[in-house]
Each structure stands twice: as C-alpha cells, then as structure tokens.
C-alpha cells in the first residue's frame, strides 16, 4: 500500500508557475504508476499527466500539454508536476494518485491510491 500526501499549491497569478510535489510512503513506489488530476468546483476530476513506473514515458491532456511536467524520483518517493504559463482555468484541487500496474493510465478510476489534495488558484 501507498499513502500520498501533495504539497506546493497556491494562489497565484496568470502566467506564473508553481511546482507540485507529492511523497510516497511505502517501499513499492517504483511498482506504482502515477498520475496527477485535478477537480474544479462543480466539476469530475480530470486528468492531467501521468508517468510510468520508470519516468520513461509520461501522458499528458491536451490542456496542459507543453505548459506541465511530471517527473518522479524513485530514490526520493517522489513525483512532481511542474506548471508554468499558468491559466484560470487551471484553478482546482490537485490529486496525486498510485496506480499498481504497468502500464500509464488516464482513467481516475484505475488509481488505487490517493492523496488528499492541494488547492491551485490562478487570478486572472
């Protein structure tokens, strides 16, 4: 089992970054694919980006592609999510989720572990 817990959200302004981290408990991160999604007020979570259990590969949404990064360190038991250019629209709640299985995934459903959230508000 895999316990989350994200930090590094925040209120910023449009165009400004911020950089989301996650730590891992647990000796089996490595096994975990991982994903970050996101919820706005009145919304489903959606997905963001994801990575494999390597860092070899990673998936993105069209909505943040080129502006977003994950990456993870499996020495640290961590995955980040770097956000640059950052729009209003990119305000919600950040998850980190775990997900024990090979291959990269979009689909919230078939993360097993999660985090319990970080706000990210961008002011227009």
């Known amino acids: 089992q895999v316990q989350l817990v994200e930090s590094g959200g925040g209120l910023v302004q449009a165009g400004d970054s911020l950089r989301l981290s996650c730590a891992a408990s647990?000796?089996?991160?490595?096994?975990?694919?991982m994903g970050w999604f996101r919820q706005a007020p009145g919304k489903e979570r959606e997905f963001v980006a994801a990575i494999s259990r390597s860092g070899g590969s990673t998936l993105y949404a069209d909505s943040v592609k080129g502006r977003f990064t994950i990456s993870r360190d499996n020495t640290k038991n961590t995955v980040n999510l770097q956000m640059n250019s950052l729009k209003p629209e990119d305000t919600a709640v950040y998850y980190c989720?775990?997900?024990?299985?090979?291959?990269?995934?979009?689909?919230?459903?078939?993360?097993?572990?999660w985090g319990q959230g970080t706000q990210v508000t961008v002011s227009s």
């Open positions: 989720g775990g997900r024990l299985s090979l291959g990269i995934s979009y689909v919230s459903q078939e993360y097993a572990y």
């Open positions: 647990g000796r089996t991160f490595s096994s975990h694919v």
